[in-house]
């Protein structure tokens, strides 16, 4: 049951929802699966119960969304998480930015200038900042087929860490 106190030492400071049966194990979130706790007698509940090793859990709850074909963890660039609220599926308007990206690495524009192009034009990132080279990089490396003229995706990563280098270092270099 849901409390406004500590159902186990009575303060109603720093409560926290105890599940009877882990969400891992397939409890529920229904009420009369969980257990108003405080953090320190919360802690003291998980402690007891060794054999309910989070790290252990957490691995068996995420093998079993990736069993059933649901998202964990980080929405790629370029998707979005689909109605269902579980499966990834194509966003149009950040497929329309990495095309606009790709267009524009492919006329020979750095990523810097890429970028100062984009937040001009105040095309924005998903969290609606403005980009910069390394946004633009990470997104532009997991893409599978993204090449410019006739560099490969290795050729990138060796120009992209060739720009960053001062140029003390290019001095060297050459």
């Known amino acids: 049951m849901i409390h406004d106190h500590c159902v186990a030492c009575g303060t109603p400071d720093n409560l926290n929802q105890h599940h ?32 309910w090793r989070h790290s252990e859990l957490t691995k068996k709850a995420l093998q079993a969304k990736k069993d059933r074909g649901e998202s ?42 890429v970028a100062s192009d984009l937040n001009k034009r105040n095309i924005l990132k998903r969290d609606k900042s403005n980009w910069n080279a390394v946004n633009l990089y990470t997104v532009c490396k997991r893409l599978p087929d993204f090449v410019s003229g ?24 050459r």
């Open 72 to 113: 964990t963890g980080h929405i790629p660039y370029g998707k979005q998480l689909s109605t269902d609220g579980v499966h990834l599926e194509d966003c149009r308007d950040e497929q329309n930015i990495v095309s606009e990206i790709q267009r524009l690495r492919r006329s020979g524009m750095s990523f810097n200038k």
């Open 20 to 51: 009877l049966i882990p969400r891992s194990l397939g409890g529920s979130d229904e009420e009369s699966n969980l257990l108003t706790l405080c953090g320190p007698c919360h802690a003291k509940v998980h402690q007891v119960r060794a054999d």
């Open 150 to 173: 006739n560099r490969n995706l290795r050729q990138f990563q060796i120009m992209f860490l060739e720009g960053r280098k001062t140029k003390a270092q290019k001095a060297v270099t």
